[in-house]
């Protein structure tokens, strides 16, 4: 059992917007729960936590320094202002270890492997049949066809990349064609049909 060694570090005052909103204590420390406090929790980086912590500043509670990715709580090893490990390398490997362990994590790997034999085995299956049969199996790098490198949408006439529509264009396309066949446009309608849009 590692010893776990006590954070001795004065606590900043909380930056008065985070007081404001009512975020400057943690939903613990509100409802009274101090031993079940973590100190700080990882945020997306942000104008407001450039960071990417966001700290408790209960007066009451004082938990330990720790690293917030492996949980790491020797305070020499931990940097105090960020809550991760000073030596990097060997926390990831740390973290590293800690998931290959997690029994659900083994479980999901598992399934994807599982899966893959599944397809491959289905594929391997559907070309011995066609041998079989006399069906000339298509090599499926030379049968698809090369996407092309420019076009235009067939909404608006906009420059894509390929596609048949610019960015959201097929979307709003589809609804006009709707709204038409609503109102009895057939062509509209035979339009949906051929997109396979109905």
Same mark, same amino acid.
């Given at each position: 059992?590692?010893?776990?060694?006590?954070?001795?570090? &004065?606590?900043?005052?909380?930056?008065?917007?985070? &007081?404001?909103?009512?975020?400057?204590?943690?939903?613990?420390?509100?409802? +009274?729960?101090?031993?079940?406090?973590?100190?700080?929790? *990882? @945020?997306? &980086?942000?104008?407001?936590?450039?960071?990417?912590?966001?700290?408790?500043?209960?007066?009451?509670?004082?938990?330990?320094?720790?690293?917030?990715?492996?949980?790491?709580?020797?305070?020499?090893?931990?940097?105090?202002?960020?809550?991760?490990?000073?030596?990097?390398?060997?926390?990831?490997?740390?973290?590293?270890?800690?998931?290959?362990?997690? *029994? @659900?994590?083994?479980?999901?790997?598992?399934?994807?492997?599982?899966?893959?034999?599944?397809?491959?085995?289905?594929?391997?299956?559907? &070309?011995?049949?066609?041998?079989? @049969?006399?069906?000339?199996?298509?090599?499926?790098?030379?049968?698809?066809?090369?996407?092309?490198?420019?076009?235009?949408?067939?909404?608006?006439?906009?420059?894509?990349?390929? +596609?048949?529509?610019?960015?959201?264009?097929?979307?709003?396309?589809?609804?006009?064609?709707?709204?038409?066949?609503?109102?009895?446009?057939?062509?509209?309608?035979?339009?949906?049909?051929?997109?396979?849009?109905i």
């Amino acid at each position: 059992m590692t010893e776990v060694m006590p954070s001795h570090s &004065v606590r900043p005052e909380p930056p008065a917007w985070l &007081v404001r909103v009512g975020l400057s204590v943690c939903a613990h420390c509100k409802q +009274g729960h101090h031993l079940s406090c973590k100190g700080a929790v *990882r @945020v997306p &980086v942000n104008r407001h936590f450039p960071e990417g912590l966001l700290r408790c500043y209960c007066e009451i509670c004082e938990p330990p320094l720790r690293c917030l990715d492996c949980g790491n709580q020797f305070d020499a090893e931990v940097d105090a202002e960020m809550w991760r490990c000073l030596d990097r390398t060997t926390c990831g490997g740390r973290v590293e270890l800690r998931i290959r362990n997690d *029994r @659900v994590w083994q479980l999901i790997q598992q399934c994807k492997s599982d899966a893959a034999i599944v397809r491959r085995a289905d594929r391997e299956t559907r &070309v011995r049949l066609r041998v079989e @049969v006399g069906v000339e199996v298509p090599d499926r790098a030379m049968s698809r066809e090369p996407r092309p490198s420019s076009g235009e949408c067939e909404c608006c006439g906009t420059p894509t990349k390929g +596609g048949k529509f610019a960015p959201g264009h097929d979307a709003r396309h589809k609804g006009k064609l709707k709204r038409l066949a609503k109102d009895g446009d057939k062509s509209a309608y035979k339009e949906l049909v051929e997109r396979g849009w109905i």
